[in-house]
Every structure is written in C-alpha cells, then in structure tokens.
C-alpha cells in the first residue's frame, strides 16, 4: 500500500527567502513520485517528477526536490520565493504496481508575505 | 491551445436533484479521470477511463456513474445528489497509465448540495 505525507499544513515565507515543503511517502515498491501546484480557482499543474532516473529532480519556476530512500522522502524547495509562488502544493505518489492508482497528499498552503 | 475543459463551473443542487459534469479534451489523450477535492483530504479518485468505451471504479465510486462515448469527452453523472457529494470536482487526462505520466487538469466545478 502507497501513502504520502505532507509535514506541513501551511507554510509562510518572506519573498525572496528559501521555501522548503516537506514529505514523506511509503511504497511498497519502486515509487514515482510528484510535485503539483494548484493555483486559486485553478486545476493543478506539474511542477516536476521523479521516476528511477536522477534523485535530484529539477522542475518549473525554479522548483527542486530531491528524492531520498534512505529518508522516504521529497522534499520541495526553491531558492528564493517570489510572490506568484503563493498557492497550494501537493506530494502525489505512485507505485509501479498500482495501475493508475495515485495518492495525493492533502496538501500545503504556501504563504508568501513582502 | 484549450487542453481539458470542465463545465460547468459552478452548480448549486438540492438534495435528490441529478446533474451531469462534462469533461471535453483535445489532446487525444486515451485515459481521462474524475477526482473529488475535499478540504483537508487531497484528491480522491472516483471514477477512470483508459479509452474509449471503458469505464473503471476509483477510490470512492459510489453515488457516481460515468460515461465515456466518445474519446474527448468524459462525464460524470450524481442520479441523487446528497449533501455529503458537496465538493470540487475535476477532470484530469493524460496519453499513458497515470503512474508515471503528467496529468492535464481542466480547471474545476464547484457543486453545492443543499
């Protein structure tokens, strides 16, 4: 069975200070793993995914994560917050033996304040 | 350039009424979702197609039925609404199994069950 938890329900940062969200996940088998963003009144949005391949994981708008098997855990970061990153981040999990079967995470609000 | 298009985007129902939510898209995308978001809960998967014709039960299918004609369009249909159906729904769609590939989300319908 497949789980992902999200450390943090909200986060706020100042703009141009480092973002870290964080979280964990259980697999059962070789996870795929992935960050979403889902703007107010909008769908969610990729912003990158880890599948076997490199364990540091670059996505849009300037977004890392890194997966860590040692930790069971992707945590998302960025450098420096910009304002346009307020919004809401969810971990979502995957294993390779589950069919379409994804788990979100419930999810982090990011606050970013002037 | 519209990618996966939900209507509507707002509907208040009374206990009992039925609706139908549509899900156009126009990527030729062969597997398309319907999930629920709840507050606090992520999303939770309530019903899938891998092509057209198929329909699959997801993680809470039940007071759902979907339907799937034609390749680009995907519904969702409550035959007796009930207050506990009061959630965000969203389509999403993609070209391959979910596990390992990006999901394209259209951008919401707000349902209220009173």
């Known amino acids: 069975a497949q789980s992902v938890t999200q450390l943090d329900s909200h986060v706020s940062v100042s703009e141009g200070t480092p973002v870290l969200l964080r979280c964990n996940y ?32 670059k996505g849009i708008n300037g977004f890392e994560a890194e997966f ?38 419930t999810g982090t ?6 | 350039n519209a990618g996966v298009t939900q209507t509507p ?7 009992g009424q039925s609706m139908t939510l549509l899900c156009a898209q126009d990527m030729n995308h062969e ?3 319907w999930y629920r978001q709840d507050p606090g809960m992520g999303l939770r998967l309530i019903h899938y197609s891998v092509g057209e014709g198929t329909t699959a039960k997801g993680e809470v299918p039940d007071g759902y ?8 369009n995907f519904l969702l249909g409550l ?3 009930a207050p506990s159906q009061t959630s965000v729904y969203f389509c999403a769609s993609n070209d391959s199994p979910g596990h390992r590939e990006k999901l394209f989300f259209g ?8």
């Open chain 1, 26 to 57: 259980s697999s059962s088998y070789s996870p795929s793993l992935f960050w979403y963003v889902q703007h107010p009144n909008k769908g969610l949005q990729l912003l990158l995914k880890y599948t076997s391949a490199a364990t540091l994981v």
């Open chain 1, 68 to 105: 860590k098997k040692s930790e069971t855990s992707f945590h998302l970061t960025k450098p420096s917050a910009h304002m346009s990153d307020a919004a809401e981040y969810f971990c979502v999990v995957s294993e390779a033996g589950g069919g379409n079967k994804l788990t979100f995470g």
């Open chain 1, 109 to 114: 609000q990011l606050k970013v304040e002037l």
């Open chain 2, 9 to 15: 985007k707002f509907r208040v129902l009374k206990t």
């Open chain 2, 31 to 33: 597997y398309m979702y």
């Open chain 2, 65 to 72: 039925n979907v339907s799937r004609l034609k390749k680009q």
């Open chain 2, 79 to 81: 035959e007796s609404a």
């Open chain 2, 107 to 114: 951008s919401g319908t707000q349902l209220s069950v009173l």
